[in-house]
């Protein structure tokens, strides 16, 4: 589903990633794991299609074809969505509103007619239930006023109404409680199916308790340094990242 | 500017049928002017606008010549009861008038009413004010009953079309809310037209004890307009003024506002929204007074700057010695489209009281670059991102507008406003 070829990201004049390689197939669950500052935020804002993030070499292909010369709305309208690290807020822009031209922005490119407000309603009460959200926060500004962690939650609502086929979810699980951790955990796993590929950045073992991680790779400066699989991230856990440096 | 002295000395002329008290007025107030001519940059106050435009064109006033056919379509809001003018033509039969509210001609109002004359034209140090005194040559006197409740906002519309050659106009309008009355009035200018013109308006209100009046000010002159405005709102004991200035037309604007809070427990909300694109250069002063104890004053303006256009705000509020109690705000934000717009804006408090609550501020800022990539990383496209983020910004203040015809209307004229310069869904 997803190829990353050899991939050189530079921000800003510096080189960040520095040659990155990662296959991701249907039904898989990766996790990358790596220091504050390593890339993994680069890694994940160049497949979004952050344009201050310079592909200087290497390819990045979605279900075969090569996505780097698209935009981020036409990445987003092929099935790519991505968690941010640091949801933004949009001032006087409601939610719902939010939400509804996003999920109606889908549906058409998908060829389906667009939602109207009943049924826009029915369906976002549904995902709420699944995040555990009060319908409140749809009536607020996207992101304005939320919390840390009702932030990370609003995120997940928004991959659960969208339905990507792939998730790319940047430490979705920092800055999280541990009510909100499960909560967020039920949400992926809600998500999860065979057609659909989650990758997700984290800091800590302990949401990958909730999820059954296929492979852990650990990202060094700007390259895939070790990838194993849920036991890397219980060493990594313990040992923390310099056994790794050479 | 030769040809406004021409100008009077043929109104004089022409107008003798007019008190003899009305023409020293007149004359007085063109000698005021003459004494310190157009603003310029280095007056206080006025250093951010350049008036030189008013005087490479020389307009003469509108005449009855000046009256054309009707247009078909004119800007419509919904529910109101519409007073409309034409190129400073009252139209009294194409006018709906409310019940307890009378409507007089200045000339009507001077010889009945002269006294509300008095509270307004005397002594300006605004020439433009002393201008418009001089050659005021259109407007009304709108007075509505103490006690009254006025249900259909009084919509004035004054609409300039089909010019042949460059005109002015000089309207004043004086508006007195009664005691304990209710109103809403909609003071609205607007244009189409290949020729410029210069509206040198003067609006002076009056609320009265315990009056309510919301004041939605609409300026969407022609591009070839040059709109000047003094608006003065002066509020007596426990008035409640809303008033809101949307501003998207002309060339060249410049509006002093001035509210005086005359009396214990008045209060006034004055926002605004402006719109400008290409070259306009729209400018406001507003000046809020805190005379008395008790009052509160708020302040929200928006300018929303597009293409190589400028925005100005300049706010002050100044609270009088023994005017405790006073709880000032005042708000001011720039959005920047380009990079050729350019806004100033300068908050100012001066404070000769103790116990007062005030407090200012400014921002300019641009779109959020991580806003507008955060909506299309959902699928939302560029376009889509922008005008949401856009109307977002404007929203604010949009809310506080209370009537839903007129934030619909205004509402609309954002929406157009934003596919005129290449912002559409
Ligand atoms: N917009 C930017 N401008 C300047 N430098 C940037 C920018 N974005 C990232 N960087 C730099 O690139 C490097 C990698 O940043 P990145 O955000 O990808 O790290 P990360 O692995 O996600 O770190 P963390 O675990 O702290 O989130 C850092 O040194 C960072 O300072
Ligand atoms: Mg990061």
Same mark, same amino acid.
């Given at each position: 589903m997803l190829e990353i070829k050899d991939l050189h990201v530079k921000v800003k004049d510096k080189d960040i990633l520095k040659g990155i390689n990662l296959t991701v197939h249907p039904g898989e669950l990766h996790a990358i794991m790596g220091r504050n500052g390593s890339g993994k935020s680069t890694l994940a804002n160049a497949i979004a299609g952050q344009d201050s993030y310079e592909i200087t070499s290497g390819d990045i292909l979605f279900n075969g074809t +090569?996505?780097?010369?698209?935009s981020p709305e036409e990445r987003a309208l092929a099935g790519i969505f991505m968690s941010f690290q640091y949801p933004v807020i949009i001032p006087g822009v409601n939610n719902t509103y939010f939400l509804k031209a996003a999920l109606n922005a889908k549906r058409k490119h998908q060829g389906k007619t667009e939602l109207d407000a009943v049924e826009f309603l029915k369906l976002i009460r549904e995902k709420l239930a699944v995040v555990e959200m009060d319908e409140k926060y749809l009536h607020r500004a996207v992101n304005d006023g939320f919390s840390g962690g009702e932030k990370k939650q609003n995120e997940i609502l928004q991959m659960l109404t969208l339905e990507p086929a792939l998730a790319i979810l940047d430490?979705?699980? +920092?800055?999280?409680?541990i009510d909100a951790l499960k909560i967020v955990a039920a949400g992926i796993n809600n998500y999860r199916r065979d057609d659909r590929a989650i990758v997700i950045i984290t800091h800590y073992q302990r949401i990958l308790k909730y999820l059954e991680a296929d492979y852990v790779h650990v990202l060094i400066n700007g390259k895939i340094a070790k990838t194993g699989g849920e036991n890397l991230a219980e060493q990594l856990e313990d040992k923390g990242y310099s056994w790794l440096d050479n | 500017m030769h040809y406004l002295e021409k100008e009077l000395n043929e109104l004089i002329q022409f107008w003798d049928e007019e008190p003899e008290a009305l023409r020293a007025l007149r004359s007085d107030a063109f000698k005021q002017y003459k004494e310190v001519g157009l603003p310029n940059r280095k007056w206080e106050g006025w250093q951010f606008t350049d008036f030189s435009a008013l005087e490479k064109t020389s307009y003469r006033l509108a005449s $009855?010549?000046?009256? $054309? $056919?009707? $247009?078909?379509t004119l800007p419509t809001i919904a529910n109101c009861n519409r007073i409309l003018i034409i190129n400073g033509h009252f139209q009294e039969n194409l006018s709906v008038l409310s019940d307890k509210v009378t409507v007089q001609t200045l000339q009507h109002a001077y010889a009945t009413n002269p006294e509300i004359f008095n509270k307004t034209v005397v =002594? =300006?140090?605004n020439p433009f004010h002393n201008l418009n005194t001089a050659l005021m040559n259109s407007g009304l006197a709108i007075i509505v009953e103490n006690n009254a409740v006025i249900d259909n906002p009084i919509h004035i519309l004054y609409y300039t079309t089909g010019l042949t050659e460059p005109i002015m106009n000089h309207p004043l309008f004086l508006i007195v809310a009664g005691a304990d009355s209710e109103t809403t009035i909609i003071e609205h200018y607007a244009g189409t037209t290949n020729v410029q013109y210069w509206q040198n308006v003067v609006t002076y209100i009056n609320l009265s004890d315990n009056a309510v009046l919301n004041h939605t000010r609409i300026q969407e002159e022609d591009l070839n307009g040059n709109h000047i405005a003094d608006t003065a709102y002066s509020l007596e004991k426990d008035a409640q003024l809303n008033a809101f200035h949307f501003a998207s037309g002309s060339s060249l604007y410049r509006q002093n506002i001035q509210v005086n809070l005359?009396?214990?427990g008045a209060s006034s909300t004055v926002n605004g929204l402006c719109l400008a694109k290409d070259r306009q250069h729209l400018d406001q002063q507003i000046i809020i007074n805190h005379l008395k104890e008790n009052c509160s004053s708020n302040q929200l303006f928006k300018y929303i700057l597009s293409d190589s256009s400028a925005g100005v705000f300049n706010g002050r509020v100044i609270v009088s010695e023994g005017a405790q109690k006073t709880d000032a705000q005042q708000t001011i934000r720039n959005l920047l489209l380009t990079d050729k717009a350019l806004a100033h804006s300068s908050p100012q408090l001066e404070i000769y009281a103790d116990d007062v609550k005030c407090s200012h501020g400014s921002t300019t800022g641009q779109l959020d670059k991580n806003a507008i990539f955060y909506m299309r990383s959902r699928g939302i496209d560029v376009q889509t991102a922008q005008l949401l983020l856009i109307s977002g910004f404007a929203k604010e203040v949009m809310e506080t507008i209370t009537n839903t015809n007129i934030d619909t209307y205004i509402d609309e004229k954002l929406t157009t406003w934003l596919e005129h310069i290449g912002v559409t869904p």
């Open positions: +090569s996505i780097v010369a698209e430490e979705t699980d +920092s800055g999280l409680d | $009855p010549g000046d009256l $054309p $056919p009707v $247009p078909e =002594n =300006n140090s005359a009396s214990s």
